[in-house]
């Protein structure tokens, strides 16, 4: 079922997409085979009689397929396994909260987030720049996640009591919010339609916008912004600068 799974998502290459059998050139077929554990591992068998040659369903997958030090797959776990962590992975779970849940090793929870991160990484890369239009823009800002309490009632801190007065049985008779400030960072974000950006920054001034804002955007792209002093130069850039004024 997982490797179906896979297969209908193009991880994974079914029999139709895979490569012949190197030995006798015929068409490898879906098959299963028993683990020394007792598990079932789908791979490919030549159907041909006398040839017989099988072949990793891993092969041709540059995520799923694992190489020792003598080129032979062997990843140590199944295909389950792997998708589980990955699934973690998504839902952003703690190392060690993946490691007491699965009962893996810190070393391969570690090498299995590292791997997911490096695609991410060379995904963000292959994509395209934005290209805005003047019915579809680029909308371009920057915030700051900073603590702020509604209505501007006070600061938001990290904690509502001090480590004093944390026992439960203590009762707290005054309205002081004890703790260090929350102070977030600032984060610039770019939209083009569906395609939403999003970079962590430590300042938002011009040396720290403007290089993010060339590498993203297609010159000649129509971009929307604030007033910000930052955004001042993206015409004589080459870009088509609208502003609007809060």
């Known amino acids: 079922m997982c490797h179906g799974f896979l297969v209908e998502k193009g991880l994974l290459k ?32 030549c159907p041909k009689r006398g040839c017989q040659t099988t072949r990793s369903a891993r092969a041709g997958s540059r995520f799923f397929h694992f190489t ?31 490691m007491a849940r699965t009962g893996r090793s810190k070393e391969c929870v570690t090498d299995w987030f590292n791997m997911c991160r490096e695609l991410c990484t060379a995904v963000l890369k292959t994509k395209r720049k934005m290209v805005g239009n003047a019915q579809n823009p680029i909308q371009i800002d920057e915030a700051r996640f900073a603590g702020r309490r509604k209505y501007n009632r006070g600061r938001l801190l990290a904690g509502d009591a ?27 974000g770019l939209k083009n339609g569906n395609d939403c950006r999003y970079f962590y920054v430590h300042r938002r001034d011009r040396e720290t916008l403007l ?27 080459g870009f088509v600068h609208k502003t609007v004024n809060h």
């Open 211 to 237: 290089p993010i804002i060339e590498r993203e955007c297609e010159v000649g792209s129509e971009i929307h912004s604030d007033k910000w002093a930052a955004y001042r130069c993206l015409t004589s850039r």
């Open 68 to 98: 020792d030090l003598n080129q032979r797959c062997n990843s140590g776990l199944t295909l389950c396994e792997n998708v589980e962590l990955v699934f973690m992975f998504v839902l952003e779970l703690p190392a060690q909260m993946v």
């Open 14 to 45: 079914s029999a139709e997409d895979n490569a012949p059998c190197h030995k006798c050139d015929t068409e490898m077929q879906v098959k299963r085979r028993k683990c020394r554990n007792g598990e079932w591992m789908p791979i490919f068998r």
């Open 162 to 188: 001090p480590p004093s007065l944390r026992d439960i049985n203590f009762k707290v008779i005054n309205n002081r919010k004890h703790g260090a400030r929350v102070d977030g960072p600032w984060v610039f």
